[in-house]
């Protein structure tokens, strides 16, 4: 989704960029909607990415609807201690400036009346919502294509090679020479590590996405780990790093649906329909990567999995990329500082030669 996303504001900028991707459009996420701010994150990052929440409202408007809904989100609080830390939380993140607050135990059924009736409190912001990552990732493509740019998709295995003004993609079926790629995905960056030796180190998170049967309106706010889409299937997230076949996906349905009936006692006997996998490749540390790496490379990586910085990364690569201009408040997020020390300041040496692979 971020390579469409930053192809339709290249675009609109009335330039031509090619997009060379392993998979078809949206192919990195599951078919379930997506959180596009979390009211928890650290203020570091959750500034901005309340700044880059507010920008789906209207790319909505500019390329047709893709499932933007601003639900509010809450986080409740089962125990004293975890009440203790909400209230915390929340006063940490007013101060940063963030629209966050913390709601009595009264308060949070009231506004989320099926959470489980002992809850102690909840912290809670207006502004978390959720999007639906297929459907912007298919009208970023199309607007963007409409604007003059080109989709080179399921391209499979690229090799990449850096020139003195050069950088060279050469896939099975396509070969492009740019004077300047954007890596949009922390898969293309650990790609192009191992065939240049870039020295930026990547990890992986995966999980899963869980569906249950529709059921009737019952959920109205982004929980943690639950969120009810509009067609009625609740979608339950689980966490881990566990290998991709049917005893992961048994386990994951049976802890998400364990954490889901502790805040939601309604789930508890829901009826679970599919356990949708997913992968991502990150930054090591929780800040994106987002600046030059090599002379003609960029990069623009989230912290996370998701879509909640789409829209910031996109506009603040493109006015790196083509204006030269860092973006206020991005600066603690130059690739640099993940390199080993040994190669800040310098360029590290290529894998095979100097010239690439």
């Keep these: 989704m971020l390579g469409c996303a930053i192809a339709y504001t290249l675009a609109r900028r009335k330039l031509a960029p090619i997009v060379v991707d392993r998979a078809g459009p949206g192919g990195e996420f599951p078919p379930v909607d997506l959180s596009v701010w979390d009211h928890t994150e650290p203020a570091e990052t959750g500034r901005l990415g309340l700044e880059s929440a507010g920008h789906f409202p209207h790319l909505q408007d500019q390329i047709g609807p893709i499932g933007y809904l601003r639900t509010g989100g809450l986080t409740p609080a089962d125990t004293s201690a975890e009440a203790e830390a909400g209230e915390l939380l929340a006063r940490t993140q007013a101060s940063a400036g963030l629209p966050v607050r913390w709601l009595s135990g009264e308060e949070a ?41 080109t989709f080179l998709y399921h391209a499979g295995h690229v090799a990449i090679s850096a020139q003195a003004r050069w950088v060279s993609l050469r896939g099975a079926r396509e070969h492009v020479e740019a004077r300047r790629v954007i890596v949009a995905s922390g898969e293309w960056l650990a790609e192009i590590d191992r065939q240049l030796g870039i020295g930026l180190p990547t990890r992986i998170a995966g999980g899963y996405a869980v569906t249950t049967e529709a059921l009737p309106p019952l959920v109205r706010h982004r929980l943690p780990g639950v969120r009810q889409q509009s067609r009625g299937e609740v979608i339950l997230d689980h966490v881990g790093g566990e290998g991709v076949d049917c005893a992961a996906a048994t386990r994951a349905m049976r802890g998400a649906t364990s ?25 090591p540390d929780t800040l994106p990567l987002l600046g030059k790496i090599e002379e003609g490379i960029f990069v623009a990586v989230p912290h996370a999995p998701g879509v909640t910085l789409v ?30 020390a040994a190669a800040v300041g310098g360029v590290l040496p290529r894998k095979d030669s100097p010239k690439g692979p």
């Design 109 to 149: 059924l009231q506004r989320e009346p099926a959470l489980a009736p002992t809850v102690c409190g909840a912290t809670y912001s207006p502004h978390d919502g959720v999007v639906n990552p297929l459907l912007m990732t298919r009208r970023l493509s199309a607007a963007a294509r409409h604007l003059g740019a």
């Design 259 to 283: 954490a889901a009936a502790r805040l939601v006692p309604a789930l508890r006997d829901v009826r679970i329909l599919h356990a949708w996998p997913w992968r991502a490749t990150m930054s």
């Design 311 to 340: 829209p910031l990364l996109a506009h603040a690569v493109v006015a790196i990329t083509v204006d030269g201009r860092v973006p206020e408040g991005v600066q603690a997020w130059d690739p640099r500082r993940a390199r080993p």
